[in-house]
């Protein structure tokens, strides 16, 4: 095995550094926040890293991908390795996670009509809110969100601009 010193090790180490690069790429993607929905933890103008199929777990903040108001989700999901290029074709909300499968639907944090006596959170589904009530749409108005449209979950966010 070539090494650093021999006349092939430092090609090996640049292909070795940008193939790493490109697998971080494929996992880690930069989302700009706009609007007002998850103030005051983010603000609008934000970036934030997201990890791809990161753990989803109740109080962490996700990237899911937006339901047309009025639009009940009838087309498949998109793929979890999307890349940059159909990801920009698509819209998204940044929301915190309330409620997993198997809790309690919390008090307030679901739609009406998609509230049930003693509920728990449905297979599946997610109940998102934002940090900002009146201005976030979000599962007090679509209801459930399902999980399969999470796209990770986010790891750091940058300074405010």
């Known amino acids: 095995m070539p090494t650093l010193s021999s006349p092939r090790g430092p090609v090996y180490a640049l292909l070795l550094g940008i193939t790493g690069i490109a697998l971080l790429r494929r996992r880690v993607v930069s989302v700009t926040v706009r609007g007002e929905s998850m103030e005051p933890a983010l603000h609008d103008g934000e970036r934030v890293l997201v990890l791809r199929g990161g753990r989803l777990a109740v109080g962490r903040v996700v990237v899911v991908e937006r339901m047309v108001k009025r639009e009940r989700w009838t087309?498949?999901?998109?793929?979890r390795d999307i890349g940059p290029a159909q990801g920009a074709k698509l819209r998204w909300f940044i929301k915190r996670i309330a409620a997993m499968p198997g809790d309690p639907v919390p008090l307030e944090g679901v739609a009406p009509h998609e509230r049930t006596p003693g509920g728990t959170v449905p297979?599946?589904?997610?109940?998102?809110?934002?940090?900002?009530?009146?201005?976030?749409?979000?599962?007090?108005?679509?209801?459930?969100?399902?999980?399969?449209?999470v796209l990770g979950t986010v790891l750091f966010r940058s300074q405010r601009p």
């Open 75 to 79: 087309r498949r999901p998109f793929h």
């Open 123 to 149: 297979s599946g589904k997610l109940v998102l809110l934002g940090d900002n009530p009146s201005v976030s749409y979000d599962s007090r108005q679509a209801g459930y969100f399902p999980a399969e449209r």
